[in-house]
């Protein structure tokens, strides 16, 4: 033990085997020795300043914390005996205690601690962010999502409540759909504002039965006063794209998706430009004043018009004056029989003969946001302006119409599925490759053959 | 020999030239290092300011010609029928032209078959009348319309100043008045403010006079044109019209009545027959307008009418020149 015991001379009398970075003879540091002009250069003093200026942050003993303070100390105090230690300094005999391998493990992560620390501080933030409700914030906020401008105004109930049976179907119908936008509002930040249309018939004389889309709309306005745009969504649709946020979709780039002049795609043949000479060139221009700060209302046009059954109408004083002026008794008295879609001929009357109107709409090709299942505007589903196509990802499905002799909750349903096989990540995806190969293999020719049977059974009940 | 040099230098060396004419050269090379960069940066904020300058003008340049209040602060409207006498027409329009000179005002006579009414009763041109004048002159504020029917009486009394400043409205407005008389539920708003309005119109004994109104000039003023003009209201036979259109859409659409403020009928519509308004509906001397209501129907003549009021307006009108 004799070479262990502290030595006269600074650095100890060590050996490169014996030097562990914890023996510094007894001193906290050797190397002060040094430069102060005492020429006693030891092995060890010197293999320490060589490890400093070659930066091996392990073996500098220098700061060495509260281990390597009080290391000694501690050591001594434990229940060993020096023989013990020493063997293990000579590497003859590797202790396997727990303790030991606990010990080792501690010391390997002292070294690392800063790697270590960063990726706890990564898995940390991580957590944080996506876990909790953080990203939530992060996104509605002004500055860096501005997600609290978007609000979704869903339909729900609609049709149904007193006057008809609400069956299991619908019910699910409505379920399905209410969890699709809470799921797509919740990712992105928006409000949403569920509408139960069935208690707002209390007009007592029925004159507005059912005309309740400008009342809601104006509700919400009032709900959510510092959101502007209010997306309108009837129950039978289906936001197939969750991943797509309303900001990069739509309205980061509004002025290149919308069209203001209606003759791009006019199935309603309405005569624009306006050109009596009474009105005011912004008003006969065909695309207003062509800024995008304009534009108050966007709606899609199926084959038969506009279609409201999903579009967007922003907080502004020409929309105040709108939801105001678009329900009016002398209208609605002449005209109540002749509108079968209520609000969405008034609007379309409105469009054509007030003239104040056009240069704050644009259209917005439908399959933006309002494609159409096969059933709605063509049996066969193959119309590239209007029909959902899966290989282009479409954002929406609306199913509309399809409680006049389609079922509602069997599309609801495929639509469902399909977008959430769309939307699989890549575990689920190599999951799913591995079960469908593993069905291949064993299935054979049978499954296919069975598979095409029933494809074309489904074709054949379209 | 030399002075002997102290074995003690000083610890800091003096300056060799006082005055600090000579800067050492990091110094000075700094120094020109930073006066080039201020230049680069002046030179870079004058291009910013000319960039943003360029980008306000270029976002109003479109827009630029109608600023609304730039041009003359009133434009007249009165529709004119091409079929009355024109004698009595000529008239009218000296009436308003002479006004309007005085006071930097602007004059509009289109004639009632100018407009497409689609067979709705041509009371109806003086919307789109309205909205020409309004196209016309973009940068004007207000549009007085006036019937043919009416004279002005008073020739010095300006209409911004008589009628429109905001305070002098704020003033005059009347507040809580049921909008069709005597017991319309629906009534005048209670707490606008003067600039805030867009209509200035005057109530007879029967309801809403449309012979003198006022409208401000802007998006409001095409909406409500527009909607007034629906063809649906035309279409509909109401008793009276645009009048009872105009009723019905201030008492259905709450978008409409805030921007609406009734005035004394005396104001800008005295009556000098007819309906007036119990309170302050009849033509005293003094008031700005004289109104004939009717007096361009069958079995009257407005020119009679008109005569002995025709005389005193000019008197006045001569009088103060």
Same mark, same amino acid.
């Given at each position: 033990m004799g070479s262990r015991s502290p030595s006269p001379r600074p650095g100890g009398w060590s050996s490169p085997g014996l030097n562990t970075p914890y023996d510094t003879g007894g001193r906290s540091s050797p190397m002060r020795a040094y430069p102060n002009g005492n020429h006693n250069v030891t092995w060890s003093s010197a293999q320490a300043k060589s490890a400093e200026v070659k930066g091996y942050a392990a073996f500098n003993p220098r700061g060495q914390g509260f281990l390597g303070r009080h290391f000694r100390r501690i050591s001594t105090s434990l229940p060993f005996s020096y023989a013990d230690k020493e063997k293990l300094g000579r590497g003859r005999h590797q202790s396997n205690s727990p303790i030991e391998v606990l010990k080792r493990i501690g010391r390997m992560l002292w070294r690392l601690r800063r790697s270590v620390g960063l990726f706890l501080f990564i898995m940390l933030s991580i957590i944080i962010f996506y876990v909790t409700p953080l990203h939530r914030v992060y996104r509605r906020s002004s500055v860096f999502g501005g997600g609290s401008k978007f609000v979704i105004i869903l339909a729900a109930n609609q049709g149904g409540g007193v006057m008809e049976w609400k069956g299991p179907r619908e019910w699910a119908i409505e379920r399905d759909s209410v969890k699709n936008k809470k799921k797509y509002t919740q990712k992105w930040g928006y409000d949403l504002e569920i509408v139960d249309m069935s208690t707002k018939k209390r007009y007592a004389h029925e004159w507005r039965e059912s005309w309740e889309k400008v009342d809601t709309i104006r509700n919400a306005m009032r709900k959510y006063p510092h959101a502007e745009w209010f997306w309108w969504l009837d129950t039978?649709?289906?936001?197939?794209?969750?991943?797509?946020?309303l900001q990069k979709h739509i309205f980061n780039r509004l002025q290149d998706i919308t069209y203001r002049d209606i003759n791009a795609y006019n199935p309603l043949n309405i005569s624009h430009p306006l050109t009596e000479e009474y009105l005011d060139p912004e008003t006969r221009s065909?695309?207003?004043?062509?800024?995008?700060?304009?534009?108050?209302l966007v709606i899609p046009q199926d084959c038969g018009g506009f279609n409201l059954g999903s579009f967007f109408v922003r907080r502004s004083v020409w929309t105040d004056r709108l939801l105001d002026i678009w329900w009016d008794p002398v209208g609605y008295e002449q005209k109540h029989m002749a509108w079968e879609h209520k609000e969405q001929d008034a609007l379309e009357y409105m469009y054509a003969n007030q003239p104040w109107i056009r240069p704050h709409v644009a259209f917005i090709q439908q399959r933006m946001v309002n494609a159409f299942p096969p059933g709605a505007c063509g049996e066969k589903g193959d119309d590239p302006n209007i029909h959902y196509k899966e290989s282009d990802r479409d954002f929406l499905v609306n199913m509309a119409?399809?409680?006049?002799?389609?079922?509602c909750w069997a599309e609801m349903y495929s639509y469902r599925r399909l977008s959430d096989k769309l939307n699989r990540n890549p575990w689920e995806k190599f999951k799913d490759w591995i079960s469908d190969s593993v069905k291949a293999m064993r299935g054979g020719d049978k499954k296919v053959e069975k598979k095409k049977d029933e494809k074309k059974k489904g074709k054949g009940k379209q | 020999m030399p002075p002997r040099k102290t074995s003690r230098p000083p610890p800091y060396a003096a300056r060799q030239?006082? *005055? *600090?004419?000579q800067i050492p050269y990091q110094v000075r090379s700094l120094l020109r290092r930073e006066r080039l960069r201020m230049i680069a940066l002046v030179i870079l904020s004058f291009l910013t300011f000319l960039w943003l300058i360029g980008r306000i003008g270029g976002e109003s340049g479109s827009t630029a010609a109608a600023i609304?209040?730039? *041009?003359?602060d009133v434009v007249i409207v009165t529709v004119l029928d091409p079929k009355a006498d024109a004698g009595w027409i000529e008239k009218i329009k000296k009436n308003r032209e002479d006004y309007a000179k005085r006071h930097g005002y602007l004059t509009f006579f289109p004639e009632n078959d100018r407009y497409d009414l689609k067979n709705s009763p041509s009371s109806w041109a003086k919307v789109p009348a309205m909205r020409h004048a309004m196209t016309l002159n973009p940068s004007s504020a207000f549009f007085w319309y006036l019937e043919s029917t009416t004279l002005i009486m008073e020739p010095s009394l300006p209409l911004t100043s008589h009628v429109l400043a905001s305070s002098t409205l704020e003033k005059s407005m009347i507040v809580n008045q049921p909008v069709v008389p005597p017991d319309s539920v629906i009534k005048t708003f209670g707490n606008l403010k003067g600039d805030r309005i867009d209509l200035i119109i005057t109530q007879d004994k029967d309801g809403l006079a449309l012979s003198s109104f006022v409208v401000r000039n802007g998006e409001w003023a095409k909406y409500f044109l527009d909607a007034w003009f629906d063809p649906i209201y035309r279409s509909y036979n109401f008793q009276k019209a645009d009048t009872h259109a105009l009723e019905h859409i201030v008492q259905w659409h709450g978008t409409i009545l805030a921007k609406l403020a009734l005035v004394p009928q005396n104001q800008i519509n005295a009556y000098v027959t007819g309906p007036a308004n119990q309170e302050n509906g009849q033509y005293r001397d003094g008031d700005l307008v004289a109104n004939f209501p009717g007096c361009d129907k069958e079995k009257r003549n407005c020119a009679d009418e008109m005569k002995p009021f025709f005389d005193i307006a000019d008197r006045k009108a001569r009088g103060l020149d």
């Amino acid at each position: 033990m004799g070479s262990r015991s502290p030595s006269p001379r600074p650095g100890g009398w060590s050996s490169p085997g014996l030097n562990t970075p914890y023996d510094t003879g007894g001193r906290s540091s050797p190397m002060r020795a040094y430069p102060n002009g005492n020429h006693n250069v030891t092995w060890s003093s010197a293999q320490a300043k060589s490890a400093e200026v070659k930066g091996y942050a392990a073996f500098n003993p220098r700061g060495q914390g509260f281990l390597g303070r009080h290391f000694r100390r501690i050591s001594t105090s434990l229940p060993f005996s020096y023989a013990d230690k020493e063997k293990l300094g000579r590497g003859r005999h590797q202790s396997n205690s727990p303790i030991e391998v606990l010990k080792r493990i501690g010391r390997m992560l002292w070294r690392l601690r800063r790697s270590v620390g960063l990726f706890l501080f990564i898995m940390l933030s991580i957590i944080i962010f996506y876990v909790t409700p953080l990203h939530r914030v992060y996104r509605r906020s002004s500055v860096f999502g501005g997600g609290s401008k978007f609000v979704i105004i869903l339909a729900a109930n609609q049709g149904g409540g007193v006057m008809e049976w609400k069956g299991p179907r619908e019910w699910a119908i409505e379920r399905d759909s209410v969890k699709n936008k809470k799921k797509y509002t919740q990712k992105w930040g928006y409000d949403l504002e569920i509408v139960d249309m069935s208690t707002k018939k209390r007009y007592a004389h029925e004159w507005r039965e059912s005309w309740e889309k400008v009342d809601t709309i104006r509700n919400a306005m009032r709900k959510y006063p510092h959101a502007e745009w209010f997306w309108w969504l009837d129950t039978n649709t289906f936001i197939m794209e969750p991943t797509y946020s309303l900001q990069k979709h739509i309205f980061n780039r509004l002025q290149d998706i919308t069209y203001r002049d209606i003759n791009a795609y006019n199935p309603l043949n309405i005569s624009h430009p306006l050109t009596e000479e009474y009105l005011d060139p912004e008003t006969r221009s065909p695309v207003g004043d062509g800024k995008v700060s304009s534009i108050n209302l966007v709606i899609p046009q199926d084959c038969g018009g506009f279609n409201l059954g999903s579009f967007f109408v922003r907080r502004s004083v020409w929309t105040d004056r709108l939801l105001d002026i678009w329900w009016d008794p002398v209208g609605y008295e002449q005209k109540h029989m002749a509108w079968e879609h209520k609000e969405q001929d008034a609007l379309e009357y409105m469009y054509a003969n007030q003239p104040w109107i056009r240069p704050h709409v644009a259209f917005i090709q439908q399959r933006m946001v309002n494609a159409f299942p096969p059933g709605a505007c063509g049996e066969k589903g193959d119309d590239p302006n209007i029909h959902y196509k899966e290989s282009d990802r479409d954002f929406l499905v609306n199913m509309a119409g399809c409680e006049w002799g389609r079922d509602c909750w069997a599309e609801m349903y495929s639509y469902r599925r399909l977008s959430d096989k769309l939307n699989r990540n890549p575990w689920e995806k190599f999951k799913d490759w591995i079960s469908d190969s593993v069905k291949a293999m064993r299935g054979g020719d049978k499954k296919v053959e069975k598979k095409k049977d029933e494809k074309k059974k489904g074709k054949g009940k379209q | 020999m030399p002075p002997r040099k102290t074995s003690r230098p000083p610890p800091y060396a003096a300056r060799q030239n006082r *005055g *600090g004419v000579q800067i050492p050269y990091q110094v000075r090379s700094l120094l020109r290092r930073e006066r080039l960069r201020m230049i680069a940066l002046v030179i870079l904020s004058f291009l910013t300011f000319l960039w943003l300058i360029g980008r306000i003008g270029g976002e109003s340049g479109s827009t630029a010609a109608a600023i609304i209040g730039t *041009g003359p602060d009133v434009v007249i409207v009165t529709v004119l029928d091409p079929k009355a006498d024109a004698g009595w027409i000529e008239k009218i329009k000296k009436n308003r032209e002479d006004y309007a000179k005085r006071h930097g005002y602007l004059t509009f006579f289109p004639e009632n078959d100018r407009y497409d009414l689609k067979n709705s009763p041509s009371s109806w041109a003086k919307v789109p009348a309205m909205r020409h004048a309004m196209t016309l002159n973009p940068s004007s504020a207000f549009f007085w319309y006036l019937e043919s029917t009416t004279l002005i009486m008073e020739p010095s009394l300006p209409l911004t100043s008589h009628v429109l400043a905001s305070s002098t409205l704020e003033k005059s407005m009347i507040v809580n008045q049921p909008v069709v008389p005597p017991d319309s539920v629906i009534k005048t708003f209670g707490n606008l403010k003067g600039d805030r309005i867009d209509l200035i119109i005057t109530q007879d004994k029967d309801g809403l006079a449309l012979s003198s109104f006022v409208v401000r000039n802007g998006e409001w003023a095409k909406y409500f044109l527009d909607a007034w003009f629906d063809p649906i209201y035309r279409s509909y036979n109401f008793q009276k019209a645009d009048t009872h259109a105009l009723e019905h859409i201030v008492q259905w659409h709450g978008t409409i009545l805030a921007k609406l403020a009734l005035v004394p009928q005396n104001q800008i519509n005295a009556y000098v027959t007819g309906p007036a308004n119990q309170e302050n509906g009849q033509y005293r001397d003094g008031d700005l307008v004289a109104n004939f209501p009717g007096c361009d129907k069958e079995k009257r003549n407005c020119a009679d009418e008109m005569k002995p009021f025709f005389d005193i307006a000019d008197r006045k009108a001569r009088g103060l020149d």
